[in-house]
């Protein structure tokens, strides 16, 4: 199971997201995410942050407990950067959603070649975070924009 560091409140979260410059600029443009990760927690600390960070090991991150939450909202995770980080992260007892809050299955459909070929040319927003609660926050702030 994943031990979060902190509570499940967005608040009170540390979420990693890739970052180039044209994401930083569609980040900057989250402002309802920016203000709940910047609202204080019921200690009256601010300490919600944005890390940087890449590929499946964000997911990982997530899975060992070194961030709360990461979001790919911008370009989407081809298939090879999500697979490995979302079974690491759901065996850990964590959960990935798409954006609009529904579960993203463990099972690719890679049964072909053509299958293989086909998955290679999608991408795929989402969130990942600790658990489902702070999973569901996340995509409501992103909705709210």
Not at 12 to 32: C, E, I, T
Not at 85 to 109: C, E, F, M, W
Request: hydrophobic share 40%; aromatic share 6%.
């Amino acid at each position: 199971m994943v031990t979060p560091r902190s509570t499940s409140a967005l608040n009170s979260s540390q979420a990693a997201f890739l970052m180039k410059p044209d994401r930083f600029q569609a980040l900057a443009q989250q402002n309802r995410l920016i203000e709940e990760l910047n609202r204080p927690a019921d200690n009256g600390n601010s300490r919600g942050r944005i890390g940087v960070d890449f590929g499946s090991i964000s997911l990982c991150h997530v899975a060992a407990g070194f961030t709360d939450a990461t979001i790919e909202f911008s370009k989407g995770f081809a298939i090879w950067d999500l697979a490995p980080g979302h079974y690491i992260l759901s065996a850990a007892g964590g959960t990935v959603i798409d954006l609009q809050g529904k579960p993203i299955s463990l099972n690719y459909r890679l049964d072909t070649l053509s299958d293989i070929a086909e998955a290679m040319d999608r991408r795929q927003t989402f969130i990942a975070a600790t658990n489902p609660t702070l999973a569901d926050e996340i995509a409501d702030v992103l909705t709210e924009e």
